[in-house]
């Protein structure tokens, strides 16, 4: 067709795992462009580049929520030492500067396009054959592109309950909250999913009425053990949240308040209520409806609109991909997109065969009581392997801040389940120890024994050291929690939850080929080290008092470089690396 521009791919979404895919490419020599349209809610909300994440989702959610937790640091301040004025929260303010700092961050992702020299056109896309798309602009300008390789990464929108009386016309959702100039004073939120009970949390931090309806399970993907600890501290910090109840209605009263009906599901009991704001979070729909998918050829789940990939990314078109949240079994999380469109790009380009991994995907639930997980959850396990090869350790546990103020810390909790090596945490904070030990879950190594304190900082604790002997009772633990599939937990009488990590556990009494302490800064994970791999603590330091560094009791070409997180970590072969402070090391037998 005449007037058509031609590329190496073409990239269709502006979120995290389309940009990351095309400027991937870009910087690997291929001709990108990338089209993007934002579709404005049913309220008229509109945003710029950057997706999801960026616009409505992680960002601004990050920082209302950190928003939130200050209010609770302030009121623990004076426990401290503060004399911290109980000031009210300006959400005016609050807005004014999320808005402005995602607004930096659209204005970012255009200068890095430009950078890498890819053509972005904020055009609305549709297939018209296999190897083009048409954009319409919002003025009605069409545009064709084509290219040899396309990728759709158009992520995913809220779902609205269409079928209750007010919901469209009266309600927001999680794509309208974060650019509300305006409190949104008292308000309902509805639904089960993490969504949900974030934007709730996060709201009564700020201290709105906030009222949750549940219609049944509350994160129902989870761990429903963990799911009811966070739903219990919700309800224990101001949440009302109404269980087993549906929305039937929602009208607009004359001083614009809204006024919502409901059903008790279990006594068919009528009951309504008034707020200033509904807030619907009952699940997310693919970007696909109207990308006429059916002209280029591109299957979809019928029941979810999600499109069908390969391990490879592909589509049921060998040359069109689809990445993120738009793709059929796909984690709807940013850091895989984003590492998904990276390696589809680099594959593309002849410079890997690498695929995405997409098991023990790491996550965290931002409540007020932030919930970390990685692997499957109790339930899942069991379903999987019976019930009779599940076995469960579980601790509750006090956060040392928590002490002073004399929170209440009922529901800080970590779980492990086994012999899959799941890793459930809950408390404070699990977000940077869920990604730091999730690599442990997917390829870890079993022969290891792994023990946590469950402490706010860095702490020092004895654990046993080179040349140390290994107890009878120590043996008997190790095999008894590797024949449970548990690397295992080495909980030793004079400090509870520290331990060591080993090579190889001897089967009988004998010296220890290596070993650190672990100390974890916040919430704990436990998991199953899996096969083949060594977790080390900082290798290169030297240690105080003519000790040697950690590096010297690995076995010699064990250490193949330095880690990309930093220079305190090392890996190679075999060895997966674990976030340690500067200087710690191996020192003499007995105390670290």
């Not at 089967?507 to 791999?533: E, H, N, Q």
Request: hydrophobic share 40%; with cysteine.
């Amino acid at each position: 067709m005449d007037g058509r521009q031609c590329y190496d791919l073409l990239v269709i979404g502006g979120g995290s795992g389309g940009l990351a895919c095309a400027k991937e490419a870009a910087q690997l020599g291929k001709k990108v462009a990338v089209v993007d349209y934002v579709e404005p809610s049913p309220r008229g909300t509109r945003w710029g580049l950057g997706g999801t994440c960026v616009n409505v989702g992680c960002i601004p959610k990050k920082l209302m929520h950190q928003a939130a937790l200050l209010g609770g640091m302030i009121r623990d301040a004076p426990h401290y030492g503060w004399g911290v004025a109980q000031a009210p929260h300006s959400w005016a303010t609050l807005a004014d500067a999320v808005q402005n700092h995602v607004k930096s961050l659209n204005w970012g992702h255009r200068v890095q396009l430009q950078d890498r020299k890819v053509k972005y056109f904020n055009v609305k896309a549709s297939f018209v054959d296999t190897h083009t798309v048409c954009g319409v602009s919002k003025g009605g300008e069409e545009t064709l592109l084509s290219a040899e390789h396309i990728v759709i990464a158009t992520g995913g929108r809220p779902r609205y309950p269409t079928h209750i009386e007010g919901a469209l016309e009266y309600g927001i959702t999680s794509d309208d909250l974060f650019w509300l100039k305006e409190s949104p004073g008292k308000t309902l939120v509805v639904g089960a999913s993490y969504v949900a009970l974030e934007c709730a949390g996060l709201l009564t931090g700020l201290g709105l009425d906030t009222t949750v309806m549940i219609r049944s399970v509350p994160l129902r993907a989870f761990d429903q053990q963990m799911a009811s600890l966070v739903t219990e501290h919700m309800a224990g910090h101001g949440t009302r949240i109404l269980r087993g109840c549906a929305p039937e209605k929602v009208e607009k009263l004359p001083g614009q308040q809204l006024r919502v009906t409901w059903v008790d599901l279990t006594s068919d009991r009528k009951d309504a209520g008034t707020f200033d704001t509904v807030l619907w979070a009952i699940g997310r729909v693919p970007e696909t409806a109207s990308l006429n998918l059916e002209k280029a050829g591109v299957h979809t789940n019928p029941v979810t609109g999600k499109i069908l990939v390969d391990a490879q990314e592909a589509t049921s078109v060998p040359h069109i991909y689809a990445i993120g949240d738009v793709a059929e079994g796909r984690p709807e999380l940013t850091p895989t997109a984003i590492m998904a469109g990276r390696l589809l790009a680099q594959r593309l380009s002849g410079r890997t065969s690498d695929l995405m991994d997409y098991s023990s995907v790491p996550t965290t639930v931002f409540t007020p009581l932030e919930y970390g997980c990685v692997g499957l959850s109790e339930e899942a396990a069991v379903a999987r392997h019976g019930e009779e090869h599940v076995e469960v350790y579980h601790a509750f546990y006090k956060p040392l801040e928590f002490t002073v103020p004399q929170r209440d810390a009922s529901q800080c909790y970590i779980k492990v389940s086994v012999p899959m090596g799941l890793a459930w945490a809950h408390g404070p904070p699990p977000p940077p120890l869920t990604m730091c030990l999730s690599d442990g879950v997917s390829a870890g190594a079993p022969q290891l024994v792994l023990g946590l304190h469950f402490g706010p900082a860095w702490r020092s604790y004895s654990g046993i050291c080179p040349g140390d002997q290994v107890s009878p009772q120590e043996c008997q633990l190790i095999r008894h929690s590797q024949a449970a599939g548990l690397s295992s937990l080495l909980c030793q009488a004079t400090c509870p939850w520290s331990g060591v990590f080993r090579q190889h556990p001897p089967d009988g009494p004998g010296p220890v080929t290596w070993g650190v302490a672990m100390f974890i800064s916040g919430t704990g994970l436990c998991p199953r080290l899996a096969k083949g791999s060594l977790w080390v603590f900082s290798p290169q330091n030297a240690c105080p008092g003519g000790g040697s560094s950690l590096a010297s009791h690995v076995p010699e070409g064990r250490l193949a470089g330095t880690h990309p997180l930093g220079p305190d970590l090392q890996w190679g072969p075999g060895i997966r690396a674990v976030a340690a402070p500067a200087g710690l090391g191996v020192k003499g037998p007995g105390s670290w």
